[in-house]
């Protein structure tokens, strides 16, 4: 009598264990979900941000052998400004200093970073871990720009920049965290495992 309650008690031991494991892999699934949609936005983001800085390159290739002084003064008046003042004015004489050598420098310089976000865009896409060591450092590298920027006044698009990079570099820090922390349990149970 008492070893076939300790056999059923064994049995329901063995059952709430299974369904433990059950439960807590479903919710590392969902865990592991959101985290992946959160990595393809951000995907999308650097995305976004490569495909910007193309155009960029590609309207600074198209104005070469161009007067691009002309171009500035053209810019200026399209969006009502005064170009006597301050800033349109530094526009305007900075567009006309450029040469085409330089125009060619900026389009390969735009070239060169769009590429790195569509390959960080697409190992963030397809979760490689290599792309959120990408992603971590890359964001850091700005950190410190952005934060003198906003030390030097305070606007809401400084701000927006700010939190936007930071919640980046903090969500890959823990995505690296979490996955290393993964690997090591994962490599701890083989060793176990081998021991055993």
């Given at each position: 009598m008492v070893q076939s309650v300790t056999t059923v008690l064994n049995y329901l031991i063995d059952l709430l264990v299974i369904s433990n494991q059950i439960i807590v892999t479903e919710l590392n699934m969902i865990i592991i979900d959101k985290m992946?949609?959160?990595?393809?936005?951000?995907?999308?983001?650097?995305a976004c941000k490569g495909l910007l800085v193309l155009l960029v390159g590609l309207a600074f290739f198209s104005l070469i052998h161009q007067n691009?002084?002309?171009?500035?003064?053209?810019?200026?008046?399209?969006?009502?400004?005064?170009?006597?003042?301050?800033i349109p004015g530094i526009f305007i004489e900075a567009a006309g200093s450029l040469t085409d050598g330089r125009m060619l420098l900026f389009a390969f310089l735009a070239l060169l970073y769009s590429s790195m976000r569509f390959v960080?865009?697409?190992?963030?896409?397809?979760?490689?871990r290599w792309a959120e060591w990408f992603a971590l450092v890359s964001g850091s590298i700005y950190l410190p720009i952005e934060f003198y920027e906003l030390s030097k006044g305070i606007?809401?698009?400084?701000?927006?920049?700010?939190?936007i990079n930071l919640l980046i570099v903090l969500y890959m820090a823990m995505m690296l965290k979490r996955n290393g922390d993964e690997y090591l349990s994962k490599k701890n149970v083989n060793a176990f495992k081998e021991k055993g």
């Amino acid at each position: 009598m008492v070893q076939s309650v300790t056999t059923v008690l064994n049995y329901l031991i063995d059952l709430l264990v299974i369904s433990n494991q059950i439960i807590v892999t479903e919710l590392n699934m969902i865990i592991i979900d959101k985290m992946t949609r959160t990595l393809k936005v951000v995907a999308v983001f650097e995305a976004c941000k490569g495909l910007l800085v193309l155009l960029v390159g590609l309207a600074f290739f198209s104005l070469i052998h161009q007067n691009i002084q002309s171009v500035a003064e053209q810019l200026v008046g399209h969006m009502h400004l005064n170009p006597v003042k301050h800033i349109p004015g530094i526009f305007i004489e900075a567009a006309g200093s450029l040469t085409d050598g330089r125009m060619l420098l900026f389009a390969f310089l735009a070239l060169l970073y769009s590429s790195m976000r569509f390959v960080e865009a697409y190992g963030l896409w397809f979760a490689r871990r290599w792309a959120e060591w990408f992603a971590l450092v890359s964001g850091s590298i700005y950190l410190p720009i952005e934060f003198y920027e906003l030390s030097k006044g305070i606007s809401w698009l400084k701000i927006i920049f700010v939190l936007i990079n930071l919640l980046i570099v903090l969500y890959m820090a823990m995505m690296l965290k979490r996955n290393g922390d993964e690997y090591l349990s994962k490599k701890n149970v083989n060793a176990f495992k081998e021991k055993g």
